[in-house]
C-alpha cells in the first residue's frame, strides 16, 4: 500500500540534505514538534514518551510477591484495541517493550490480553488474525459491544423505566431510547464500550486497563465532555488512576493512557516507519484513520452537519489545531490533567451520593441542586413529557440524562 | 399538514421552533416564556434588592437592548422596585460606535430610562481611533477591552451606582469555557462562569441576567419586540480564541442544541475542580450568590462578542508554549529559571514587567490591590488600563500649543 512519511522536506531543501536536528548525522525527513529530524530520532522519540509511562505504569502496579527463578511475569494489563492508529501503535510498542527484556535475557515485563470491541454482534474471527501473528506474546479477544448491554455495572431500570429486562442489542436501545441523535448514540457507545473494557479487565484480573489516547484525542475528549454537560466528571475520563469497575464501585480498576504525550498525527507518522509498516494491520476503513491520513486537510465530505456526534465535531476542529498550533493541543490535555476528582455531597454529612446508573462516574449533587435552581423545573418540561416523570429519577448523571432522554 | 398549535396554549398557531430545545410555540408564548425564564434566573441567584440603582451597560447591540428591554418589562411586571439607567461607552470608534449610540439614545427614550455616555477620550485622552492610529489594527482590542472595564465601572461610580448589569448571554458564557479550557487557563475558567462578578468589597459589581439565554432566542425576541438595536460588528473585529471557540459553538449546536448549556453546565462545575478553588459555592443555600472577584478581567470584551485579545493569538501562543517545552528539556537550573520566567510571562503577556513589592504573588494565587496611579482595583500595582496608557503616552508626539 502507499505508506508516506509526512514530507516534510521540500524538493529544493532535498538536493542539500537537511541535517537531523538531533542526531546532527542522518538526513532530516520529518517534522516534530517543529524540529526536522530523522527517522531513527522521530522513533526513538516515539518510543521514549511511551516506556517513561509504561514505567510509571510498572510502578503503579505492584509486582505479585516474587518468586526465585523463572517465575511467571508479575504484571498483567488489558489493553483496549479499537483497530485504529493509537491502539494498534501502542500495542505494537508493548509488543516492542516485552521483546527488548526478552532480548536481555529478562522475563516479559508484564502479560497482556488484548481486547477489540466489535459493534457487530457477531464479529468476525478472522478480524484479529493479522494482529495475533504479528505479536504471538500476547493473547487476543473479540467481543461483541452488545455483551456491555448485560453487566450488572448498569442499572437499566432508572435508564428505561418502562421496560423490565435489559435491552438485548444496541438497536433495541437506540429504538427505546426517547434520545436517539448522534450524539446521543455516539456517547452511548463510547460508555458502553468503556464498561464492557472495564468488567473485562476485572473479570481477567488484569491490573490495568491501557487506552490508546493520544494527546489529541484527551484534549478532544476534554471538549467533547464539556460539551456534552459531563464537566463534572471530567478528571475520571482524562487521568490516569483508578475507576470504579463494578455495579457499586466496589471494585477499582487502574486506567492508564501510555499514550498521553504524543500527538496523533506523530502516530500516524509513526504507523508507515515500522517495519513492516503498522498501516498493513490497520483496516484502512477505520474511520479515525481515514479522516487523519487522508490527503492534506483530509476531511470526509459531511452529508449533513446534524448527523455528526459531538466527537466527530471534535477531531475535525482538533485535527486543524493539532496541524497548526500542536503545543495548543498538548497545553489543553496537560491543563485540564489538572482538574482534581471530586466527590460531590460529603460536606453536609450526607456521604457520598453514589455513582450515576449507566457510566457510574460519581454523581453531582450539589451541581445538580443548584443547576435546579438557576434554570427552574420547568427547563426540560417542553422536550419531555412532565418532570415527575422523568426517568432516571435523580439516579442519572447530567451528561447521561442528556444522552438519554433528551 | 396541519398547522400544530403551540405546545404551551395549545390555541395559538405555532410559529417558532425554539433554538434551544425546538419546543413549537407561540409568538406570545415565546415571549412570555423567556421573559419567565430570566426572571428565574434574577430571583434564583438574588440579583437584585428592592431600590437598587442598576446600570444597563447599553451598547445598542441585541444583548443589551433585550437586556433593558426584558428588565423593564420584568422590573414593572414583579415589582423589582429597581431604578434602571442605561450606561454607554463611547469607545470613539467612527462609523460604528457614533452609529449605534444613536440607537442607545432612541433606546433611553422608548424605555424611559436616563441615559449616561462616558467616553474614552474624556476618560483615558484617547479614542480607539486614535490608538488605532498610533499602534494599528493588530491588537488594539487588548486596549478596547481593557478600557471599556474600567469605563463601566467608572461610569456607574459618576452616577453613584453599585451594579452594572450587562447583556452577556449563554452563547458568551460557553464560548468563554471552552476559550479557557483552548487556552489552558484554569483560573479564568473558575471565574468566568459566576452570573454575578465583584463582592462587596469591590465598588461595582457586575452581573449578566440573560446568562442562559440563548443568542438565537436574544435576535428571535428582539424580532418579534420590534426591538430597535444596531446589528453592525465592530470594524476593528479581531481574529483569536475567541473566534475559534465561537465557531466550534455553533457546530456544536447544529449537532445538539443543548450543547450550549451543557457546556456552560460544565463550565460551572468544573470551577469546582479547579485546585485551590473553594469546591463549595452553591448558590442556593439561601446565603447571597457567590460573587467572583473581578480581577481585570470579564467575559465578551466588546459589544459586537468578539474577542478582546490580538489576531494570531492562538499561533502566538503556540509558539510560546512550544519555547517553554525547548527551554525545559534543557536540565540546568538556569535553563528553568529561564522557562518559569517565560511562564509568568505569558500568563500577563500584556503587562510590562514592573518590579514591585509583591513580586513574589505573581506566580501564585492573584491578591486584589488598587492602581497606585487611578486607584482602580488591580492585582498589580499598576493596573492594565494605566500600563497601556503609558505605552500610549510615549508615542503620542508632543503637540505644540
Known amino acids: ?406 | 399538514m396541519a398547522p400544530s398549535l403551540c405546545a404551551i396554549c395549545r390555541t395559538e398557531r405555532a410559529l417558532i421552533k425554539r433554538p434551544k430545545n425546538y419546543a413549537k410555540l407561540c409568538k406570545a408564548c415565546f415571549i412570555k416564556v423567556f421573559e419567565d425564564e430570566v426572571h428565574h434566573t434574577i430571583t434564583s441567584s438574588q440579583l437584585f434588592h428592592p431600590g437598587e440603582k442598576v446600570a444597563i451597560g447599553a451598547s445598542g447591540g441585541k444583548d443589551s437592548t433585550v437586556l433593558a428591554s426584558v428588565l423593564k418589562t420584568l422590573n414593572k411586571r414583579h415589582g423589582y422596585g429597581l431604578d434602571l439607567v442605561l450606561l454607554s461607552i463611547d469607545e470613539g470608534i467612527k462609523g460604528y460606535r457614533d452609529d449605534s449610540l444613536e440607537t442607545v439614545k432612541r433606546n433611553a427614550l422608548q424605555y424611559e430610562m436616563p441615559l449616561k455616555v462616558v467616553g474614552y477620550d474624556e476618560l483615558y485622552g484617547w479614542t480607539m481611533d486614535q490608538v488605532v492610529e498610533t499602534i494599528g489594527k493588530k491588537g488594539n482590542c487588548t486596549y478596547c477591552g481593557v478600557f471599556r472595564r474600567q469605563a463601566l465601572d467608572r461610569g456607574a461610580k459618576m452616577l453613584g451606582i453599585k451594579h452594572v448589569v450587562t447583556g452577556h448571554n449563554a452563547d458568551d458564557v460557553a464560548e468563554t469555557v471552552l476559550m479557557n479550557l483552548l487556552r489552558g487557563d484554569l483560573s479564568r475558567l473558575s471565574r468566568s462562569t459566576s452570573i454575578v462578578t465583584g463582592d462587596d468589597r469591590s465598588e461595582v459589581k457586575r452581573s449578566k441576567p440573560l446568562k442562559y439565554s440563548y443568542e438565537k432566542e436574544i435576535v428571535l425576541y428582539a424580532h418579534h419586540k420590534k426591538l430597535d438595536y444596531f446589528s453592525t460588528e465592530c470594524i476593528y473585529s479581531p481574529e483569536a480564541f475567541r473566534g475559534s471557540a465561537r465557531s466550534l459553538i455553533k457546530q456544536l449546536e447544529r449537532v445538539r442544541p443543548s450543547a450550549i448549556l451543557d457546556i456552560v453546565r460544565s463550565g460551572e462545575d468544573m470551577a469546582r475542580l479547579v485546585p485551590g478553588e473553594s469546591p463549595s459555592s452553591c448558590a442556593c443555600k439561601r446565603q447571597k450568590t457567590p460573587a467572583a472577584p473581578v480581577v481585570e478581567d470579564d467575559i465578551g470584551g466588546c459589544g459586537s462578542s468578539n474577542g478582546r485579545t490580538p489576531g494570531g493569538e492562538m499561533a502566538a501562543m503556540d509558539k510560546q508554549l512550544r519555547e517553554n517545552e525547548e527551554h525545559s528539556g534543557l536540565e540546568t537550573d538556569i535553563a528553568k529559571t529561564i522557562s518559569e520566567n517565560k511562564q509568568a510571562e505569558m500568563e500577563k503577556p500584556k503587562e510590562l514587567p514592573i518590579r514591585s513589592a509583591n513580586a513574589a504573588s505573581k506566580g501564585g494565587r492573584q491578591t486584589l490591590g488598587n492602581c497606585k496611579r487611578c486607584g482602580y482595583m488591580s492585582s498589580q500595582d499598576i493596573c492594565q488600563a494605566c500600563t497601556l496608557l503609558e505605552g500610549l503616552n510615549k508615542n503620542r508626539p508632543q503637540i505644540q500649543i
Open chain 1, 1 to 406: 500500500m502507499d505508506s508516506n512519511p509526512v514530507p516534510a522536506v521540500s524538493p529544493t531543501q532535498q538536493q542539500s540534505i537537511v541535517k537531523c536536528k538531533k542526531c546532527h548525522t542522518n538526513e532530516a525527513t520529518l517534522l516534530s514538534r517543529a524540529q526536522l529530524v530523522c527517522r531513527n530520532c522521530f522513533t526513538k522519540f516515539i518510543t521514549t514518551k511511551c516506556v517513561k509511562q509504561i514505567g510509571i505504569l510498572g510502578k503503579e502496579t505492584k509486582p505479585a510477591p516474587s518468586r526465585e527463578g523463572t517465575g511467571p511475569p508479575s504484571r498483567k494489563y488489558l489493553l483496549g484495541l479499537s483497530l485504529g492508529p493509537s491502539s494498534t501503535t501502542l500495542l505494537h510498542l508493548l509488543h516492542e517493550n516485552v521483546e527488548y527484556q526478552l532480548a536481555k535475557g529478562n522475563n516479559a515485563p508484564f502479560d497482556l490480553i488484548v481486547v477489540h470491541i466489535s459493534s457487530s454482534s457477531s464479529p468476525e474471527a478472522t478480524i484479529l488474525e493479522k494482529y495475533q501473528t504479528r505479536y504471538p506474546h500476547f493473547s487476543f479477544q473479540t467481543h461483541p459491544l452488545s455483551e456491555a448491554l448485560a453487566l450488572p455495572a448498569i442499572n437499566w431500570q432508572y435508564i428505561l423505566p418502562s421496560s423490565s429486562s435489559a435491552p438485548q442489542t444496541l438497536e433495541e436501545l437506540f429504538t427505546i431510547l426517547p434520545s436517539n441523535s448522534q450524539a446521543s448514540r455516539a456517547d452511548i457507545t463510547n460508555l458502553l464500550t468503556r464498561h464492557l473494557l472495564l468488567s473485562l479487565a476485572v473479570s481477567t484480573n488484569a491490573q490495568a486497563l491501557l487506552l490508546g489516547h493520544s494527546t489529541t484525542a484527551i484534549a478532544e475528549l476534554t471538549l467533547s465532555e464539556a460539551a456534552k454537560g459531563r464537566g463534572f466528571s471530567l478528571p475520571w475520563q482524562i487521568n490516569d488512576g483508578l475507576f470504579n469497575a463494578g455495579e457499586d464501585g466496589e471494585k477499582k480498576m487502574l486506567v492508564f493512557h501510555p499514550l498521553r504525550d504524543i500527538l496523533r498525527k506523530e502516530i500516524v507518522t509513526y504507523t508507515t516507519l515500522t517495519s513492516p509498516p503498522l498501516t498493513d494491520l490497520i483496516p484502512q476503513d477505520d474511520p479515525s484513520f481515514d479522516s487523519i491520513n487522508g490527503n492534506g486537510n483530509g476531511q470526509k465530505s459531511v452529508v449533513s452537519h446534524k448527523d455528526l456526534s459531538i466527537e466527530e465535531v471534535m477531531s475535525r476542529y482538533f485535527a486543524d489545531v493539532e496541524e497548526n498550533y500542536p503545543s495548543v493541543v498538548a497545553n489543553v490535555a496537560r491543563t485540564a490533567g489538572k482538574l482534581v476528582r471530586l466527590v460531590s455531597g460529603n460536606e453536609d454529612g450526607k456521604g457520598e451520593q453514589g455513582s450515576c446508573a449507566l457510566c457510574r462516574m460519581p454523581m453531582d449533587g450539589e451541581g445538580d441542586e443548584r443547576w435546579r435552581g438557576e434554570l427552574g423545573p420547568d427547563e426540560t418540561a417542553l422536550t419531555t413529557t412532565t418532570t415527575s416523570t422523568r426517568p432516571g429519577g435523580g439516579k442519572l448523571c447530567y451528561g447521561c440524562e442528556r444522552s438519554t432522554v433528551g
